[in-house]
């Protein structure tokens, strides 16, 4: 049987970056077992010392921890050191190396990521904005929007537009009903002026999402909504309306909502390079 890891995650703010950055480590090594504790705003030695009494009664621990006071990071690296117990400090030398590079001191002020300023706020008013125009709620001001998206049912259309936002963009979805056989008029008077994306999927994929939906919230009429004959009518009118309009097409299903967002991104910076 594979060792199981304790991964204590040291962060003297929320832990978000800490977190992110070992999932994508961790995504590396497909035998990796490891239960993950999690311990934010750590900003006194005491704090450090009992999370090094803690680790000392388990086995298999492993500290990553991202500290910009280097009197405490220095601090929980002595003490790792002295217990035997393996540490790896995320960002620090990234910090010292920039602060070379730019010849300037950083200011190691926790949770600096977090400050409420103006690019804080814009996230705000980006999340805003999509979650109320969120499945064509309302489509009046489609102008304001840095993208839109559009696919039939189950595309991803939400989530992606929901972590877009969280990156600032203001993000509005437009579903493609079979039932409705022209695209609403706000739409098309923005199809030259915005970008526009459509998402596509694999219809034997998007059966089994949408079968999983429905049954999800226990309803026992499928009908037309999971027949992948019917969905694969409708992916191929969806394919044959971003052709016309010319708008980029994505296909979902073999990525991650990130990894979505990330194209949806590049094309928003090619678009705006122009």
């Excluded at 490891?34 to 030695?45: D, G, L, Q, V």
């Excluded at 601090?75 to 910090?95: D, H, M, Q, R, W």
């Excluded at 079979?178 to 199809?191: G, Q, T, V, Y």
Aim: aromatic content about 8%.
């Amino acid at each position: 049987m594979n060792k199981v890891y304790q991964v204590y995650q040291v962060s003297d703010s929320t832990g978000e970056t800490l977190d992110r950055i070992f999932l994508a480590i961790k995504a590396q090594f497909s035998d990796f077992n490891c239960k993950t504790i999690h311990h934010s705003f750590t900003r006194t030695k005491n704090q450090i010392d009992k999370i090094i009494s803690q680790s000392k009664k388990e086995k298999n621990v492993i500290i990553l921890y991202t500290l910009v006071d280097k009197n405490f990071s220095q601090y929980l690296a002595n003490e790792t050191k002295k217990n035997n117990i393996p540490s790896f400090e995320v960002l620090g030398n990234l910090i010292t190396d920039f602060s070379k590079l730019l010849k300037k001191e950083a200011s190691r002020v926790p949770s600096g990521q977090h400050v409420l300023d103006e690019e804080y706020y814009k996230r705000i008013e980006a999340v805003q904005y999509t979650i109320a125009h969120d499945d064509g709620k309302i489509i009046s001001d489609l102008n304001l929007a840095d993208v839109i998206l559009v696919g039939v049912s189950r595309t991803s259309k939400t989530p992606t537009s929901i972590y877009l936002a969280n990156r600032g963009y203001k993000v509005a979805n437009i579903p493609l009903i079979p039932e409705r056989k022209n695209l609403p008029n706000d739409l098309i008077k923005e199809a030259k002026k915005r970008c526009i994306i459509g998402l596509i999927c694999d219809a034997s994929r998007l059966s089994d999402v949408r079968r999983n939906r429905v049954q999800s919230l226990n309803e026992s009429k499928r009908g037309d909504y999971t027949n992948e004959k019917k969905i694969i009518d409708e992916l191929k009118n969806s394919k044959i309306l971003f052709k016309k309009y010319n708008w980029p097409m994505i296909d979902v299903t073999r990525k991650s909502v990130e990894e979505t967002a990330a194209s949806i991104i590049k094309i928003l910076d090619i678009l705006n390079s122009r």
